[in-house]
Every structure is written in structure tokens, then in C-alpha cells.
């Protein structure tokens, strides 16, 4: 199963979606044009991965700032995720957060409190 790479932009975060390591990592801003277009393939690419995931899959998600389309395509990445768990691979989801962020640690929350996978809060320094 071939990775998703892409390179961060001003719009879009930075996409680092691996099969033979199971690390997934979104970082940076996601205020894409189209949401739905720039979320599909990593939704359907973990379609594929949950057919086969590995024991452990890691999840990492250090995101400065995400508008609200890109929020509903972000919570149906984990609820792939969560079909993964499901299905009893150990999924974890570390959520970083900027230290004097509250409206980014109150979305990992938000997510955490939807989804029925392991949620790390990792506070890391400006």
C-alpha cells in the first residue's frame, strides 16, 4: 500500500500517511479551498488501511488552525480510525496543542469526546 505524502502550503497541512509503519501524521493549517477534495483521499486511503492495519497504529495530529469544513472531514478520519480500533488494531491519537492554545485543546476534546479511540492531549511549547 503506497504512503500519502504531502507537502504542507499556506492552505493545506502537511500529510504523512504510512501502511508499513502505521503513522499517520496531519500537521500545520488546513484551510483548503475544498475540504472534501483535499480529505478524500486520506478517507479512503484509511478505507484500504483498515482492511489490514497493523497491531498498532499512531496517530498524530499537531494542527495550528482548521476551519469548520475541514473539521467535519477531520472527524470522519477518525471515524475510520475508530472502525479500526473497532475491529482490534491499538489505535492511539496524540493531539498536540500550543501551550497557551484553549480553543485548539477544546477541539481535541471535542474530538475525544465523539470517538471511541485512546486520546493523548500533548501541550508543547510555543
Known sequence: MDPII?????KTPTVNF??????IEIKGRSIPENSIEFYKPLVDWLETYGGAPLANTVVNIQLEYFNTSSSKCILDIFKKLENISKAGSAVIINWYYEEDDEDMLEAGEDYQSIIKVPFKMIEIEE
Do not use: F, N, R, V
Open 6 to 10: 504531502i507537502e504542507g502550503t499556506p
Open 18 to 23: 504510512d501502511a508499513t509503519t502505521g503513522k
